[in-house]
């Protein structure tokens, strides 16, 4: 990684201005119900507290635009992280203003605030200079560890880099730009992507990157039968995305002429209904009824995809093989995940890229037993698909 991390400065005394991404999943009474990003941001926080400075964290929280709703306060993941630290965190309730400013100039060495929701103001998102620069007066060094909204230009993750003269990467950001950078521009091999997921509109992008740089590419998930169904197969009530029919033709034909090997399914579960207690059995692809949708990858098809796998010494994978938040159909899915464990067993690099993915390994309780898993989905998606990120990009250079 070419750009400056938390270890190039001195961080004793100074008030170090934070970019995490605490935008959490909350149930209706506004308890956390996963706090991995969380916890991902503890390396960062430590590191500040252990040298004696200042810890000062901004993050958003769902889609406010701009109003101040209760719902997406940031309150609750100051408490959980005060649970984390085993410390007591200070919190704000807003981000910018003399309240802050007051609550910061209070602040002690080793001193953690949480500051609420940057997208309870619209400056947040529409990149407002003022906005920005008013964030920036609250810290001496700027640290982004906020790879998940990296892909965004907002005030607090690119505009505040512009009045804050010492920017730098974070613990988090810093593993996630290796990780995913390694395995674009210098990947052991072979090296093998697998996608998946419902819709191959949000992965075009990244198949086209990706073709040309990958061993195999293996695609499963929902966005799987729009490919079938552009070989000419009867694909049932499977999902299809009838305007992307001829983009996956086009795909198709340049994956013919790419150096890749190229996996489809070649069995599925299929039901009539989408619930989970809906009758179901495993077809091949050649012999989807019309009447039904294909929900999983088949025992066949798992035993492609694993072979595949474990060949190989970098492993990219984005997105579920299935719907796998119903258990009747999360076999393939967690079959992947046991493979990519396998694979990390035997040596490869895995890096699971971000979104629900994610929330597939965690259902599976594997997270912990491949080498990366992202904290990013989007952000992991426009890496993949060799876009910059502002969030990285406004960074400070080596």
């Known amino acids: 990684m070419k750009k400056l991390t938390i270890d190039n400065f001195d961080l004793k005394d100074k008030r170090v201005l934070v970019r995490v991404d605490f935008n959490v999943p909350l149930d209706e ?3 956390i119900t996963n706090d991995i990003r969380i916890k991902a941001s503890l390396p960062t926080i430590n590191k500040i507290i252990n040298d004696g400075g200042k810890v000062i964290l901004m993050s958003h929280l769902g889609r406010p635009k701009g109003e101040r709703k209760q719902e997406f306060s940031l309150k609750p993941a100051a408490v959980r992280l005060g649970e984390l630290l085993g410390k007591e ?4 309730d807003d981000c910018i203003g003399e309240e802050v400013e007051s609550a910061v100039n209070r602040m002690k060495l080793g001193d953690v605030l949480v500051l609420e929701n940057v997208r309870f103001h619209n400056g947040e998102t529409k990149n407002d200079p003022d906005f920005a620069k008013q964030l920036a007066q609250l810290g001496d060094i700027y640290i982004n560890d906020a790879f998940g909204s990296a892909h965004r230009a907002h005030a607090s993750t690119e505009g505040v880099t512009r009045f804050i003269e010492r ?3 974070g613990y988090l950001m810093e593993k996630e730009i290796d990780y995913l950078g390694s395995a674009l521009a210098n990947p052991g091999r072979p090296y093998c992507a697998i996608l998946g997921g419902a819709k191959i509109s949000g992965k075009i992008d990244v198949i086209n990157n990706l073709m040309n740089k990958v061993d195999t590419l293996i695609v499963g998930g929902g966005m799987a039968f729009t490919f079938l169904k552009a070989q000419g197969k009867e694909i049932g009530k499977s ?3 009838e305007e992307k029919l001829e983009m996956a033709v086009d795909i198709l034909a340049k994956l013919k002429n790419s150096k890749a090997k190229f996996l489809l399914p070649v069995d599925v579960v299929v039901a009539e209904e989408f619930t989970n207690d809906s009758a179901f059995e495993t077809v091949s ?5 019309a009447s039904k949708m294909g929900l999983d990858i088949g025992l066949e098809t798992i035993k492609l995809f694993k072979d595949e796998l474990l060949k190989s010494n970098t492993i990219v994978w984005n ?3 299935g719907v796998f938040e119903m258990d009747n159909f999360a076999k393939g899915t967690i079959a992947i995940a046991q493979a990519l464990v396998k694979a990390t067993e035997k040596g490869a690099v895995t890096v699971v890229g971000g979104g629900d993915s994610v929330a597939a390994i ?3 309780g594997l997270e912990d037993k491949v080498s990366h898993v992202s904290t990013g989905g989007g952000a ?4 993949l698909e060799g876009k910059i990120l502002p969030g990285v990009a406004a960074l400070n250079d080596v």
């Open 29 to 31: 009474n506004q308890n």
């Open 89 to 92: 965190v200070l919190f704000v």
């Open 167 to 169: 920017c730098a990467a």
């Open 239 to 241: 999902l299809l995305e």
């Open 285 to 289: 692809v050649e012999n989807i009824p």
């Open 319 to 321: 997105g579920p093989m």
């Open 362 to 364: 965690s259902k599976a």
């Open 380 to 383: 992991s998606l426009e890496f």
